[in-house]
């Protein structure tokens, strides 16, 4: 039987737990293979100062089974790189499985993957997915298809954990989540932006409002492409 391929995306100033958390959980899949693809194979920062070493470039990755995009501040970057979209649209076109998790559903429309789909992403740039096709869907976990996009950062657990159940059974998956003592109990209530309350995403807005308007002109030059 042949290994089911998995890789993941990278490219400078990714969000590192966008990546690494669904890692966690999708290179426990039995008879599979994970990847760590970039457009080189030299090491790729992240946005929080820890670099990640590809195990292939686009050049030398195999077909994948599971194409993974993570988000982060450097997706204006990867949205702008056409070597990356070409990259990920190459792969979605054989793919069983082309997902994402937070921004990186912008990598995905702007290869053209998300036209007519519901998606999500994170919460501040859901206005955004419009721009690339997509219906958003308020949910931590959209799947529609062979797509899934998941929402901010911490979503990505989620998203693996569904991918293992639908591959491998439940069984396996809740194996996996008890082997990572998943089990969220967060001190707050204002994961989203409904419950936080008005001075904590106050102080978030200037960035976000920054980086949509980034985000917006990266996407529109891409659709023109």
Request: neutral net charge; aromatic residues 8%.
């Amino acid at each position: 039987m042949s290994l089911f391929n998995i890789g993941f995306v990278i490219f400078p100033e990714l969000t590192q737990l966008d990546f690494t958390g669904p890692l966690q959980v999708l290179a426990q899949l039995p008879q599979s293979a994970t990847h760590v693809v970039a457009k080189s194979d030299a090491p790729v920062p992240s946005d929080c100062g820890l670099s990640l070493l590809p195990t292939h470039s686009f050049a030398t990755c195999p077909p994948l089974d599971l194409i993974c995009v993570p988000g982060g501040r450097g997706i204006v970057g990867a949205i702008a790189d056409m070597d990356t979209i070409d990259f990920v649209r190459r792969q979605a076109g054989g793919a069983r499985y082309v997902t994402s998790v937070c921004t990186g559903a912008f990598v995905l429309g702007a290869a053209g993957v998300l036209k007519g789909r519901r998606a999500t992403t994170h919460w501040a740039y859901t206005d955004l997915l419009p721009l690339v096709g997509a219906t958003y869907e308020k949910a931590r976990v959209v799947t529609d298809g062979n797509v899934t996009t998941a929402g901010g950062v911490t979503s990505g657990i989620d998203f693996g954990l569904g991918i293992v159940a639908d591959i491998a059974g439940e069984a396996v998956a809740q194996a996996i989540q008890l082997s990572i003592e998943y089990d969220p109990a967060p001190p707050f209530d204002c994961g989203r932006p409904e419950r936080a309350p008005d001075g904590v995403k106050a102080q978030l807005a200037g960035r976000y409002n920054r980086a949509r308007e980034a985000y917006r002109a990266v996407i529109e030059r891409s659709q023109t492409r």
